[in-house]
Nanobody, 126 residues
Framework: QVQLVESGGGLVQAGGSLTLSCAAS????????AGWFRQAPGKEREFGAA???????YYADSVKGRFTISRDNAKNTVYLQMNNLKPEDAGLYYC????????????????????WGRGTQVTVSS
């Protein structure tokens, strides 16, 4: 079993930056796929960014060029650097992880991930 704990959310002005962290624990693993998804009030959860087994990164068009996903395998931690935040970026940000390799066409799907955190709130004021 893998436990994921997100941190780093908060209130930021539009144009500002935040870095989210997702710490994994519970078992030993050498590699994984990880994703960040977000859910705004009244909306469905949507894909934001992911990093694959090989380290390749993937981004939703809405965050491309502003967000950067990275990971520290030694710390079992995944990060999401968010720059130039917009009010529409606000929401509950979830970290997800899958320990098995997956095809790139599945990396943006929620159903591809077995493990989820409880989320960290991001609020962006205009």
């Amino acid at each position: 079993q893998v436990q994921l704990v997100e941190s780093g959310g908060g209130l930021v002005q539009a144009g500002g930056s935040l870095t989210l962290s997702c710490a994994a624990s519970g078992r030993t693993f050498s590699n994984y796929n990880a994703g960040w998804f977000r859910q705004a009030p009244g909306k469905e959860r949507e894909f934001g960014a992911a990093i694959g087994w090989s380290g390749t990164t993937y981004y939703a068009d809405s965050v491309k060029g502003r967000f950067t996903i990275s990971r520290d395998n030694a710390k079992n931690t995944v990060y999401l650097q968010m720059n130039n935040l917009k009010p529409e970026d606000a929401g509950l940000y979830y970290c997800a992880m899958e320990l098995s390799p997956m095809p790139r066409n599945l990396i943006s799907r929620e159903s591809s991930y077995d493990y989820w955190g409880r989320g960290t709130q991001v609020t962006v004021s205009s």
